[in-house]
């Protein structure tokens, strides 16, 4: 997936040559320059680019190709189309389970794009934007928004996702006008009165940083006059990563990933614990059978903590302990708790057995060098999904790691135009719509299942 096999097929071609690059259609070699130069703008850079964009416009173009292929025509696996399926399932070759999961495979390959129309009671603020961040509620009701700003700094909004449906494509956004908005590293959903009741900021200035909690009905429609403040906001060094504690043990408890320390601060009571690491802690998530932080780090470590102890000088307090080979930008504890899925700067993405502290499946084709890009897992689908460095959004089984799809970005790739992305079976609620949601400079896609 990555843009040196096609350098790989040059190679073949011809021999490569130092400070020359061989065009296989022109069938000669023309002469590198070693930066940027206005008069030949002949660089690895801008060959590299023109590569990437080439096959992007190729696959949007296949992709436009098999709009008119039915589903009992397409496959997500060779010879698995939906009358096969059907007919395994009928002659009891199938279990119900290989079924579901195995229909919810070939749907992701059936699923085609569309643009979603947003709608904001401020009209000169929908459209206006970049989107750099979405992230869905546990119910997949509401997404929250950041959008960088041109004079510099972010917008926050929340989008209701209760109007998508299966002919109508709109949605409303809500934006906060009311606080100063930082760049955001990291976001999470925060359960304070209700599910999903408040937001975890962790946003960088210049320096030192901040974190935040803000109630959610700060962005609503609701009379300004009752919308209450910000619950908790504080000075840190540089947030890397935040998660929200839902087990009833370290209650009201929200975590803060910082350079070489975590810090975890009880909303309610203000009380605050400190535990010092060797890097910094770039990916966080915690269990909720269980007071334990998993924490994913720069170095490439893994390690949880239970947070009930006292952090005492000169005591080990780190428990699971899991390697990767680069630094760790994502994380995500599997639903029995037994499983962590990770994902690292080289592009690797391991499942690991936290009984064994086992690698036990890799997921292949992820592309990072040194992007934090998140992970999305959907156990009850079976479903993998990830948006690489290289602006693909790549999605996997997660029963035998094989990759289902790979969707190009409806805009050229670069480093601020990495698409975020919220799958679900339920978009805007239990009665939603099925789909992916693809949120790329100022637009906001949805990939319906068909």
Request: glycine share 6%.
């Amino acid at each position: 997936e990555a843009p040196s096999s096609s350098s790989s097929t040059q190679n073949s071609v011809a021999p490569e040559l130092p400070g020359f690059y061989y065009d296989s259609e022109k069938n000669r070699y023309f002469r590198l320059l070693p930066g940027h130069n206005n008069h030949n703008p002949l660089t690895k850079d801008s060959i590299q680019h023109q590569v990437m964009e080439c096959k992007r416009l190729r696959l949007l173009e296949e992709e436009q190709k098999q709009f008119h292929v039915t589903l009992f025509q397409k496959t997500a696996r060779a010879g698995l189309n939906s009358s096969v399926l059907l007919q395994k399932r009928q002659l009891g070759l199938l279990s119900s389970t290989s079924y579901c999961r195995l229909v919810h495979e070939l749907k992701v390959n059936c699923m085609q794009r569309r643009k979603i129309e947003i709608h904001s009671p401020d009209s000169s603020v929908a459209g206006t934007n970049n989107f750099k961040i979405i992230v869905a509620d546990v119910a997949c009701e509401r997404i929250f928004t950041v959008n960088d700003v041109e004079h510099g700094g972010c917008k926050y909004g929340i989008i209701n996702l209760s109007g998508l449906g299966k002919e109508s494509l709109t949605v409303e956004m809500y934006d906060n006008l009311y606080f100063t908005n930082r760049k955001v590293n990291s976001v999470c959903w925060a359960s304070l009165t209700h599910p999903d009741s408040h937001l975890c900021l962790m946003g960088i200035a210049e320096t030192p940083g901040c974190a935040s909690l803000l109630p959610a009905s700060l962005f609503s429609s609701t009379n300004p006059g009752d919308r209450p403040g910000m619950l908790c906001s504080f000075k840190i060094s540089t947030a890397w990563s935040c998660a929200w504690c839902l087990n009833p043990q370290a209650d009201n408890c929200f975590s803060t990933g910082l350079t070489r320390r975590v810090l975890v601060t009880n909303v309610v009571t203000g009380h605050r614990q400190i535990f010092g690491t060797s890097s910094d802690v770039l990916a966080q998530q915690f269990a909720t059978q269980t007071p334990v932080l998993y924490n994913g780090c720069r170095s490439g470590e893994i390690f949880s903590i239970d947070v009930r102890q006292r952090n005492r000088k000169g005591q080990s307090w780190k428990a699971t302990r899991l390697f990767h080979g680069s630094a760790v930008t994502s994380i995500h504890l599997m639903e029995a708790e037994h499983y962590l899925m990770a994902a690292d700067m080289a592009g690797k993405i391991k499942l690991w057995d936290l009984r064994t502290a086992k690698c036990v499946k890799q997921y292949k084709g992820h592309h990072n060098e040194y992007a934090l890009l998140p992970l999305h897992v959907n156990e009850e689908e079976g479903l993998l999904t990830a948006v690489g460095q290289d602006c693909y959004t790549r999605i996997w089984s997660l029963q035998d790691a094989h990759l289902l799809r790979t969707i190009p970005s409806p805009h050229p790739s670069s480093k601020d135009a990495i698409p975020s992305v919220v799958f679900s079976s339920r978009l805007g609620g239990s009665r939603g719509v099925p789909g992916l949601l693809m949120a790329v400079k100022q637009d906001l896609y949805h990939f319906s299942y068909n």
